[in-house]
């Protein structure tokens, strides 16, 4: 039977350029922090599961390998996962299993990206593409996500205005978070007002290039109840993935993430809620662009489908509204190393145990959602936590 | 614990290179001719894990493109682990054992004959995979064209000189596999190659000769698992995995034991205690190694507890391992016989076993074979491996 697992600690560091440091010493930071956070020693902990989205952002081929003395895993079972964005939260749904199948009780996740060790990361990104179809028509990142972005706008009527307040809802919010990469008091003007990355996402609409990681550290009921008095649940589980071909998806709508919304309903299946919007108290959303947090909050039910717009309009999704949406400043104010992303879970926990410090939501929270996403704009991941 | 994972399809292409058809393509072959072997359709699929190394395909996000080749698409989830494909099934094994699904399939591909032999490729991503600051600037003064031979000598090399294994031994299972391999359908182009024919190849980095080398090769394998009651409605010849581990050790190869393999050895202990196996001489009926050099089959012999610490070449000798001793290495030819798809050749080795627990291993079957052990390393120059105990019952 699959067993209870609960969150006991996570490992935070600020999100920057980290040229300096290797590999193994920038992980050994959050591996640190995450084991104070929890009260263990390396000792504790029986199996590891590392992960990044794209080795060749850092340009060492099986990157995990290389860190297995910083994340405390040496002689221990060691996993990597990847999944690109999406490994943000993939990651600890594998850690998850680790412990819920009984195999391991202590399990450290740990997501990492070194994106500063190269020229361009846009070059390595296009890497990614099939080179018979999709290479030869000059796709890439940015072009994919206008292309999305604009179909998304066009069917449910939402406007770049309602994009550019995600922006300065998360660079504000970032403003209180001490990790953060590039914190911002802007106006709608200034995003509005900045470059066209590829219409009609803009500058300010993105999210900076960084380094850094996260850590989690999950264990099962028994450990967890000796270790604290206030342990938190994984509550639920989701993963959607689609066809990596834009050309050949069966609704072949780039609107509306069918994988996104298979995601949420998996997770909130296993959680036992049945409306999220009453039943959520505080979201993470992965925003690597701002119209990715609307159709995030649709396809998680923070709002009906197409209402993303009026969530933002009506500050439901600011840090004091009814359900505030990355009020540590998402992907934007806090930088996007892609992978570690995971930062977003670890958030949702610190909400949770209110440890957030200056970005802590006044409202209680007691149950929070988390998501990640990634791939050729195909994969979604999702873990809900929360208390009993 | 209550609930067991059995495997219920094995999808097995042929190994040889294919220059006619993608690596979807091929990883599309092996997916089908498994959900045909467990009798499912794509829609009964659960989630899908795949194993695969980003520089090796060419390509950042390599999992991506197999989704749609495996049935993913839709789909809970697809998971990529950059591991070697052993590691997969450990994956499949958690993710039906904590429940979020009931069938997952577990898949790889290689297309080794897409990377240009001539230009060193293989040989550079091994380059790229050490550590940048200490070990990459000493292996630069190696020339690239025989680094992966050059490490693999180094190991060789302190293994043997610790416990006086000698070349003739090295040679004989080599010699073995490749006479094993003769029997195997899958193994397309299996040539007869004699022990003066190993002795006499080309010297590649002392001790390692050409022929103690596996070739590469093209090839896709997919693992369809399953709960036990789904298990017992697909198929009355169920394979359980009974035992899994896997382990890393460190990434400085300054650091290591060259002489032995002390992350295989923990890994094969969870896997062995997992499965209540106490005796591994004993009790193991057949194994399928990663045998990518000849020296690593007797090194893993140890580290598996086939035989005490430096007793490898006893085994070889007397003819332990051979396909009618008492404890058949590699009856399929093992990587050295059917050539190495790296990063799947250790699913293959599991799915070899798996036909040694169901009886459909052919003219290399070992008669009566009820528990099997296949292990996968990361290959060079890493320094992790896993293990799974398969059995009939």
Known sequence: MSRKVAIVGVGMQKFARRKEETLNEMIFEVTKDALDNAGLTRDAINAVVLGNAVDAFCGIHNSAKLAVEGCGGLMKPMMMNSTSGSTAVSLPILGYTHVASGLYDVVMVIAYEKMSENLSPQAVFNTVYDEVYIKPMGLNVPLQCGLEARRYLYKYGLTEVQMAKVSVKNRGNALSNPYAQMPMKITVGDVLNSPYISWPVKLLDTSPVTDGARAIIFASEDV???ITDDPIWVRGVGRGANSCYFIGRRL?????LDYAYLAAKQAYDMAGIKNPRAEIDYAELYDPFTYKEMQHCEAFGLCEEGGAGRMIDEGISLKEGKLPVNASGGLQGEGNPIAAGMSRLCWCYKMIKREAGACQVPKEVNTAIANGWGGMYQYSAAMIIGRD | MGRRVAIIGIGLTNLEE?????HKELLFQATRSALTDAGISRDDIGSAFTTSYDFLEGRSLSNQYTLDSIGGVMKPCDLRLGEDGIYGI?????EVMSKPSDIVVVGSVQKASERREKEDA???????????????????????SGLEYALAAMEARAYMTRYGITEEQTVKIAAKNYKNALKNPRVRNAKKISIKDIQNSEVLSWPIKRLEVARMTDAACVLVLASEEVAKRFTDKPVWITGVGWCSGTSYIESRDLSSSPYIRAAAQHAYHMAGIKHPAKEVDVAELYDVYAYKELKYYEALGFCGDGEAGKLIDE????LGGSLPVNPSGGILGEGNAVGTSGLIRAANAAYQIRGEAGDFQVPGAEIAVAQGWGGMPTYCGGVVVLSRW
């Open chain 1, 224 to 226: 967890a109840r000796e």
């Open chain 1, 252 to 256: 072949d709508d780039l609107g509306r």
């Open chain 2, 18 to 22: 294919r220059e006619d058809l993608s």
């Open chain 2, 90 to 94: 450990c994956a499949g094994y958690m």
């Open chain 2, 122 to 144: 293989f040989q550079k991503i091994i380059l790229a995979s050490l550590d940048p600051v200490f070990n990459r600037p000493v292996c630069n003064t190696v020339p690239v």
């Open chain 2, 319 to 322: 003819g332990v391992t051979e």
